[in-house]
Nanobody, 122 residues
Framework: QVQLVESGGGLVQAGGSLRISCAAS????????MGWYRQAPGKQRELVAS???????NYADSVKGRFTISRDNAKNTVYLQMNSLKPEDTAEYCC????????????????WGQGTQVTVSS
């Protein structure tokens, strides 16, 4: 059993900052990559940022220069620091992990968190 638990969402004014976290726990052998996706009402889910176990990052063009993804491999936790927030960043942010389980059947699996709401007021 693997769980991803997000925390840190909330309401913030435009121009403000927020940090959200996601901790993975359970039968984990290794985590190849972790990331954040978001989905706003009426829109498709989109990748916000991702980071590999080696630290390689990838960002959506819309958040480059404003958001920073980081990871604590020892804690199986990924963070998303969001600065200069805009109303269009309002969405539910979901954590994703691509990992190898420590239990049978072994293999690479995708897991998702429940999501945390981020609301940016104008």
């Amino acid at each position: 059993q693997v769980q991803l638990v997000e925390s840190g969402g909330g309401l913030v004014q435009a121009g403000g900052s927020l940090r959200i976290s996601c901790a993975a726990s359970g039968s984990i052998f290794s985590i190849a990559a972790m990331g954040w996706y978001r989905q706003a009402p009426g829109k498709q889910r989109e990748l916000v940022a991702s980071i590999t176990s080696g630290g390689t990052t990838n960002y959506a063009d819309s958040v480059k220069g404003r958001f920073t993804i980081s990871r604590d491999n020892a804690k199986n936790t990924v963070y998303l620091q969001m600065n200069s927030l805009k109303p269009e960043d309002t969405a539910e942010y979901c954590c994703h992990a691509q990992l190898v389980r420590s239990t049978w059947p072994r293999g690479v699996y995708d897991y998702w968190g429940q999501g945390t709401q981020v609301t940016v007021s104008s």
